[in-house]
């Protein structure tokens, strides 16, 4: 009797260290956006232990929205870093559904929030994209422009879809979309590196639908706080001047949109 009451005891006490240990969810989601800001500054190591803490807390809390909305950006920023090596296609798509699917939780409790909207539409596109499902692209985009439509001036909606749909073929995406959001975008830069490398960014979808004196102002603005935007720009230049630009280097700056953040969100500039 007495080692059962002494085992209850015990199991008391742990029950009780457990939950003392336990972070609240606004410790939680504090912790989430310091890690995803060390992400975009260029530690992709932080994704899986970002998407481990998360999935612990939405266990715990499940019917928070932020959480969940959290959850779905570590997991996109989980797939992000997926592409610095060779890609697992089977991985992408699922660790993909799993981000989607954790914006759909969050939408069920908080069904009219902007950003979720517009990223639950961008993992939708995206997932879709990676399984060849026409329909579920469509369906992707159509959510995020519903939201760009109903909120035009704010920049979280701009920001998501430009840099979703900017990913497909141009005869596939809507170009004057890419290119209204990304001067919207360029409007609010802070100047510096994020400047340089949405010029490029603007410039290179102008180039692909044919307007290369667009194309040469975006890059012409590039002012050099972000090397990699200068050197990219040096390369378009001179390709102009023998014909046209090759297409693998509108994928090399692209790639900054997905694991690449460091180019416009590390500390200090290039130069």
Not at 116 to 139: E, F, N, Q, W, Y
Not at 175 to 183: G, Q, S, W
Not at 235 to 255: M, Q, T
């Amino acid at each position: 009797m007495y080692k059962s009451l002494l085992l209850f005891i015990s199991l008391g006490f742990m029950t009780l260290t457990a939950f003392a240990a336990t972070p609240p969810d606004s410790e939680v989601l504090a912790q989430a956006r310091r890690l995803q800001m060390e992400f975009r500054q260029g530690n992709l190591e932080v994704a899986k232990p970002l998407v481990k803490m998360l999935e612990e807390a939405v266990t715990r809390s499940p019917d928070n929205a932020q959480l969940w909305e959290m959850l779905g950006h570590a997991l996109m920023s989980l797939q992000g870093s997926m592409y610095a090596g060779p890609p697992d296609m089977a991985k992408l798509l699922e660790v993909g559904e799993r981000a989607r699917d954790a914006y759909a939780r969050s939408l069920a409790i908080r069904p009219n929030d902007r950003l979720t909207r517009s990223s639950h539409g961008m993992a939708t596109m995206i997932a879709s994209l990676l399984k060849g499902d026409g329909p579920g692209m469509v369906a992707g985009v159509d959510e995020m422009n519903a939201v760009v439509r109903e909120s035009p001036n704010y920049k979280g909606a701009r920001l998501t879809r430009a840099f979703t749909i900017i990913h497909l073929p141009p005869g596939m995406r809507d170009n004057n979309a890419v290119i209204e959001d990304l001067r919207f975008l360029l409007d609010l830069a802070p100047g510096g590196r994020p400047e340089d490398v949405i010029h490029v960014l603007l410039g290179d979808v102008l180039a692909e639908t044919g307007d290369l004196k667009g194309a040469r102002s975006e890059y012409t603005q590039v002012s050099g706080a972000s090397a990699f935007a200068g050197s990219q720009v040096k390369l378009r230049l001179a390709d102009l001047e023998k014909g046209a630009i090759a297409p693998d280097a509108f994928a090399k700056v692209r790639a900054v949109t997905g694991s690449g953040c460091v180019t416009c969100h590390a500390p200090g500039s290039d130069n």
